[in-house]
């Protein structure tokens, strides 16, 4: 699975499960808890879809926000994972 699929996935997840005024506005790098998208309960949904979807099990120390803040971190953190 490339990069492009996995942001894909992600960005389905966040507009479909999160309200984002405008989905198709929504940039890879916008702070999806600056913005209000998501907040402390929507992070643990993001981090229980990850493990879901991507069979990645989410470390206590790697839920921050360098990891999963926005789409583009998400999706990185996902390629650097599965990488390793």
């Known amino acids: 699975m490339d ?3 996995v942001r894909d996935k992600v960005r389905a997840f966040v507009t479909s499960n999160f309200p984002v005024a405008d989905p198709s ?4 790098e ?16 993001i981090i229980k ?11 206590d120390d790697e839920m921050v926000p360098d990891n999963l803040e926005s789409v ?4 990185a953190y996902v ?3 599965r990488a390793g």
Do not use: P, Y
Not at 25 to 28: E, F, K, Q, T
Not at 72 to 75: F, P, Y
């Open 49 to 59: 879809f990850i493990e879901e979807d991507f069979g990645i099990k989410v470390a």
């Open 30 to 45: 916008t702070s999806l808890l600056d913005t209000g998208v998501i907040d402390s309960t929507g992070v643990l949904e």
């Open 72 to 75: 583009a971190k998400v999706t």
């Open 3 to 5: 990069a492009a699929h």
């Open 25 to 28: 506005g929504l940039a890879d």
């Open 79 to 81: 390629g650097r994972k």
